[in-house]
């Protein structure tokens, strides 16, 4: 899709409100962010504003608070972490609305940088109301949105605000859209994909689409353990969907149709206890498998690893989602930080382009320290997903 950018604003923009949207959903602990990846994410898009001289006012949502002023769930504690990252004065408003918020923007300054509370303490936030997005806009000139995670929602300040005001893409957001179109959208093939997690019945609309899209679909963790079952595996007290076993069938008849092969493990690390440092079996998966009614299977075998890591040296592009054991828990997570480090690896020298998003994938690739080497990791979990199903996300279309 076709969508401006900050390249496309005006040549001068001195003194003009920007309103940003942008992603402050961090972690708390003891009213401190724990970790301010996002932060830095959105940090050259306040930078870039700021110094051309627009007056940049930050909108963003926190937790659930579902329409009430939540003290908890305030932005000001992450208004000063910001302020850090940005090593840049960000003043604090306590309405993102009435007569509060205009007084903040009215006495801001070209370069001044303004976070207004959290828009989920009102309930036109997330029902998208007309009205709630009419009184956002009072306070802008211009509307970037640089919040990529909050795209699949269409709510007032991710959706409503960009048919109000010109809209732009900031560069986190840019970066986001452009990293997934070279992906999915305009793919260098083979794209092959890496599926992982516990159940193939919260990814089924994510497995349907990208048999129809990809060249190579490589299934891990307790999905895995569905799909070998439905081929006719007793795979004992392992993580399984019994009732997924005809969907997993489908699914794997759709991707014979499309030319999309399906890579499922053909050995695993197996034990009878769900415990760090486990005593582990390998054993080898195929139809005649018959795993006793104590064993699990936790985790992807060698011959699994060697065969994925061949995969990945025949492939152009991949896309990453969800690990392929209980990666939290040595030695399940053996396959996990293997791959991933042969992935990066293959990224590093430019024989692949590599682009990951998921909470749990992300934390596995900064546990195996190859966060960094893939072309692109994405922050963002509900959007990611709803993109890698094939899904119209409002706040890109709004963009548009």
């Keep these: 899709m076709t969508f401006k950018t900050l390249d496309d604003l005006p040549e001068d923009i001195a003194g003009k409100r920007a309103l940003v949207r942008v992603d402050l959903n961090v972690p708390m602990a003891d009213g401190l962010v724990t970790d301010k990846t996002r932060l830095t994410r959105i940090a050259p898009t306040i930078e ?35 302020e ?34 959290n828009t989920r303490f009102h309930a036109g936030e997330e029902n998208n109301d007309p009205e709630f997005a009419k009184q956002l806009a009072i306070n802008g000139d211009i509307y970037v949105n640089d919040a990529f995670s909050a795209a699949h929602r269409a709510h007032a300040s991710t959706e409503g605000l960009a048919h109000l005001l010109p809209a732009y893409a900031g560069r986190t957001m840019q970066a986001e859209l452009e990293a997934l179109n070279s992906a ?57 969907e019994a009732d997924m076993h005809d969907k997993a069938r489908a699914i794997m008849a759709e991707a014979a149709k499309n030319d999309c092969r399906i890579i499922l493990p053909i050995d695993g690390r197996v034990t009878t206890e769900f415990a760090a440092n486990a005593p582990v079996e390998i054993v080898d998966f195929d139809e005649n498998t018959k795993l006793r009614d104590e064993q699990m299977s936790l985790d992807a075998g060698d011959k699994a690893i060697k065969n994925v890591i061949a995969e990945f040296e025949q492939l152009n592009t991949l896309i990453w989602n969800g690990p392929f054991g209980v990666f939290e828990m040595p030695p399940f997570d ?8 042969a992935a990066a690896e293959l990224t590093k020298t430019g024989r692949l382009v590599s682009v990951a998003g998921g909470g749990d994938t992300v934390s596995a690739l900064n546990q195996a320290g190859v966060a960094d080497d893939f072309t692109y990791i994405s922050t ?21």
Aim: hydrophobic share 45%; aromatic share 4%; glycine share 12%.
């Design 184 to 240: 999915l959208g305009n793919p260098t093939r083979p794209l092959g994909a890496v599926v992982g997690g516990a159940k193939v019945s919260t990814k089924i609309d994510l497995l349907e689409n990208l048999v129809s899209k990809i060249d190579v679909l490589i299934i891990g963790g307790g999905m895995a353990n569905t799909f070998i079952a439905a081929n006719g595996a007793q795979m004992g007290a392992s993580l399984q």
């Design 380 to 400: 963002a979990g509900g959007a990611f997903l709803e993109w890698m199903e094939g899904k119209e996300l409002p706040g890109v279309k709004a963009l548009g």
């Design 84 to 117: 850090e990252v940005l090593d840049h004065r960000v003043d604090f408003g306590s309405n993102c609305i009435g007569d509060i918020a205009l007084k903040e923007v009215e006495e801001m300054a070209s370069g001044d940088v303004v976070l207004l509370e």
């Design 334 to 341: 053996t396959a996990t930080m293997a791959t991933a480090k």
């Design 48 to 82: 870039e504003l700021s110094a051309k001289g627009a007056k940049v006012i930050l909108l963003a949502h926190f937790g659930r608070p579902k329409g009430k002023e939540v003290e908890e769930m305030s932005l000001r504690p992450v208004a000063l972490a910001l």
